[in-house]
């Protein structure tokens, strides 16, 4: 609530906020609007939609020359050029050129150290090319991983690591909701599987079941994989299962929990990868289940008691994950800030559920040195609201619903919706002078948690609280 303030005084300092903001709302070039309600934007944050028209866009990635380029799923990979960047939020997009015609393509991109060798994947295959960012053209197409075909999960996700580079990690889930194939190591499914790209002589294609170092076993599908920038620790977050039923009753509206899953550092890879459960233990998210004994939210348990798989077994033979989200919001991708004190996750939305949930993008707090989460394994909480759905009872059909991230390097963050084919970009904004954060957007205490980061990490000075909805979805901003 804001002090009393003489009226002229008070309604001059909000014009200079609203001027300060992207330099204004009238000076921005960009004026595209949503075809669906407005998202709410969190308190200490702006956002702004950028990009429409878009073929279901997925994993996106910046070149050397500020080129955005984004997995377009069953259609290739497109090459995006901004006419102009005010700063903040304010960017126009001038030019999008279809980099790459191919219509297995589905989620995964990556680009080498050096910026000269873009990577991408099918739901069978890792795929290489040379890559010219200034041609903007992607030649000599070469297979380097392959038989990774399911009938299911067909996202592979790519992330090669900045802590050793010739090190590209490939996540790949399960062929089907229970996918009994999961439990021998020796599949290939529904693990993180790591490759030395220096390693593969000229013409060699590794056999994802059979080559590679696994970083971790039984994890359904693990969409968004992470490097954390200090510590390199790799993180992932996992799609659980649905329609689940346990000793007979269904529980599926509210477990099992999706998963925030620790695998290490490549550099300490373990002999033995762990387990992380699937597809005979899941994680806990609402303990009102038929007999839940002393399990607590992220405790693994199975679904019926048998003389090898029950909640003892689950507890003793299988890593839990190292938090727990709303059941069936669907998790498709993480993102670390450069300081490694937040990482960002969309959760792309259920369907699995008589009340939607997900359909939001959430930070989430971690210590900048150890790179770990700052909450409990236990916690319900730990994910904030930062982007979200006005109302999620209209999703799917009405809705954005987040897919892929990437981080600039001015801190921005920038986020595909692929139901809606467009882009958005956001920024952490903060006070120069006045109270605590505004009421209203993003709720449930988001204000304080959303907001806290280090200087230098992509702030927009505003010089009042104020919140800032535009209904046609230009501009969103709350401080």
């Known amino acids: 609530m804001l002090p009393s303030i003489p009226q002229a005084v008070l309604v001059a300092s909000v014009l200079h906020s609203q001027a300060t903001l992207s330099q204004g709302i009238g000076s921005c070039s960009v004026d595209l609007k949503t075809s669906y309600p407005a998202p709410v934007v969190a308190a200490g944050f702006s956002a702004r939609l950028i990009s429409t028209g878009l073929q279901r866009p997925r994993g996106l990635i910046f070149d050397k020359n500020k080129g955005l380029l984004v997995v377009e799923s069953r259609t290739g990979i497109s ?28 989620h995964g991109i990556e680009l080498s150290p050096d910026g000269k060798t873009l990577y991408a994947s099918s739901s069978d295959k890792v795929f290489s090319w040379d890559y010219d960012a200034a041609a903007i053209t992607a030649t000599n197409q070469k297979t380097l991983i392959q038989n990774m075909t399911n009938t299911d999960h067909i996202t592979r996700t790519l992330l090669l690591s900045k802590k050793q580079p010739e090190i ?12 009994f194939l999961a439990a021998q190591q020796s599949s290939g499914i529904s693990q993180i599987r790591a490759f030395n790209l220096s390693a593969l002589g000229d013409g060699q294609v590794y056999d994802y079941p059979s080559q590679g170092v696994s970083l971790g076993w039984g994890l359904r599908n693990s969409v968004g994989v992470a490097e954390h920038p200090v510590t390199g620790g790799i993180y992932s977050v996992e799609n659980s299962a ?6 007979g009753t269904d529980i599926h509206e509210e477990n099992p929990g999706e998963e925030l899953n620790f695998h290490g550092a490549l550099n300490a890879t373990p002999a033995s990868p762990p387990n992380y459960g699937y597809p005979h233990c899941f994680a806990l998210w609402d303990t009102s289940i038929p007999s839940p004994g002393s399990l607590r939210v992220g405790s693994q348990f199975a679904l019926d008691d048998t003389a090898t798989v029950n909640d003892t077994a689950c507890a003793a033979d299988f890593t839990s994950p190292r938090l727990t989200f709303e059941a069936h919001t669907a998790p498709l991708d993480i993102k670390f800030t450069a300081a490694g004190d937040t990482a960002y996750v969309t959760f792309h939305g259920s369907w699995n559920r008589d009340h939607p949930a997900g359909y939001k993008l959430s930070s989430i707090a971690f ?24 109302d999620t ?10 897919a892929g991230l990437v ?9 595909t919706s ?15 002078a006045g109270g605590g954060a505004g009421g209203g957007a993003g709720g449930n205490g988001a204000e304080s ?30 401080a």
């Open 242 to 247: 649905d329609q689940l039923r346990r000793h």
């Open 393 to 402: 009872a209209r999703c799917p059909g009405n809705c954005f619903r987040p």
């Open 407 to 415: 981080v600039d390097d001015q801190g921005r963050l920038f986020m």
């Open 367 to 390: 210590g900048a040195a150890d790179g770990t989460p700052v909450d409990p394994a236990n916690s319900k909480t730990a994910a904030v609201d930062v982007l979200t759905n006005q």
């Open 168 to 179: 590209l990690l490939v996540s790949r889930g399960s062929g089907e909701n229970i996918d």
């Open 449 to 478: 948690r959303a907001g806290q980061s280090p200087r230098g990490d992509g702030w927009v000075v505003v010089g009042l609280t104020v919140m800032l909805s535009v209904v046609g979805g230009v501009f969103f901003a709350a």
């Open 418 to 432: 692929d139901s809606t084919g467009e882009i958005y970009v956001l920024q952490r904004v903060r006070e120069e």
């Open 79 to 106: 090459h995006i050029t901004f006419s102009s960047d005010d700063g903040a939020t304010c960017l126009a997009v001038g030019k999008t050129v279809n980099l790459v015609r191919d219509t297995s393509l589905t």
